[in-house]
């Protein structure tokens, strides 16, 4: 395979992850069986600072970045189109998809919801352009400290929700599954997508 065609393909897996990112987050919205712990975190920050929903995204990102300094993590332009692409494909998936009649149909969207953000997860990171801000600190985690990525991610999302919790953030039972299920999810799935030597996720086979 020539270096353009890998770039190419590197370019597509990346985009289409990116977009599966946001439509999985779009499915487990119309759910409505809780929201994502990312999105309890924002809520209860909204009851401490004077910020709206999206300010407090943009910022609460920026922060993040500065945890991969410790962590030695390197952005990637799969960094910033993270956080540019995720949004808009969200809301195209929103425009799309209604929320179902019925608890059963809410359920089953969620679990269709998480399988996707697990897939898609595994699928842009393996790209190799780098990971999204929160998304990062899983794979630094694993890293420096050689935690498995399913405890690694789990570690931060459980953190994430008790803390948006404590701070005031709707929690349902959807948010407490996939705290625990996600990480679990992701982990088989890495090393199925990481297509090329130089992805960030060369060392996550080992610990598999």
């Known amino acids: 395979m020539s270096r353009?065609?890998?770039?190419?393909?590197?370019?597509?897996?990346?985009?289409?992850?990116?977009?599966?990112?946001?439509?999985?987050?779009?499915?487990?919205?119309?759910a409505i069986v809780g929201v994502s712990s990312w999105t309890v975190l924002t809520e209860g920050l909204e009851n401490v600072v004077p910020w709206s929903f999206g300010v407090i995204t943009v910022v609460s990102s920026g922060v993040i970045l500065l945890f991969w300094i410790p962590l030695r993590q390197k952005p990637g332009i799969g960094t910033l189109l993270n956080a540019l692409a995720i949004g808009p494909s969200a809301?195209?998936?929103?425009?799309?998809?209604?929320?179902?009649?019925?608890l059963v149909g809410r359920?089953?969207?969620?679990?269709?919801?998480l399988l996707l953000l697990a897939l898609a997860t595994a699928f842009y990171i393996?790209?190799?352009?780098?990971?999204?801000?929160?998304?990062?600190?899983?794979?630094?985690?694993?890293?420096?400290?050689?935690?498995?990525?399913?405890?690694?991610?789990?570690v931060i999302e459980v953190s994430v929700v008790v803390v948006g919790w404590i701070l005031g953030g709707d929690v349902g039972v959807g948010t407490v599954v996939a705290a625990f299920v996600i990480g679990p999810m992701v982990q088989p799935l890495m090393p199925v997508f990481r297509r090329f030597p130089w992805s960030p996720l060369a060392r996550v086979e080992n610990a598999i």
Request: a positive charge; aromatic letters at 12%.
């Open 4 to 30: 353009s065609t890998a770039l190419t393909l590197r370019f597509v897996q990346l985009f289409v992850g990116l977009f599966l990112y946001g439509a999985s987050t779009a499915l487990q919205v119309r």
């Open 91 to 102: 809301d195209l998936v929103l425009w799309l998809v209604p929320t179902p009649h019925g």
């Open 107 to 113: 359920v089953l969207l969620f679990l269709a919801g």
């Open 126 to 154: 393996g790209a190799g352009f780098g990971t999204g801000a929160r998304d990062g600190l899983m794979v630094g985690l694993h890293e420096r400290l050689g935690w498995p990525v399913w405890v690694a991610r789990t």
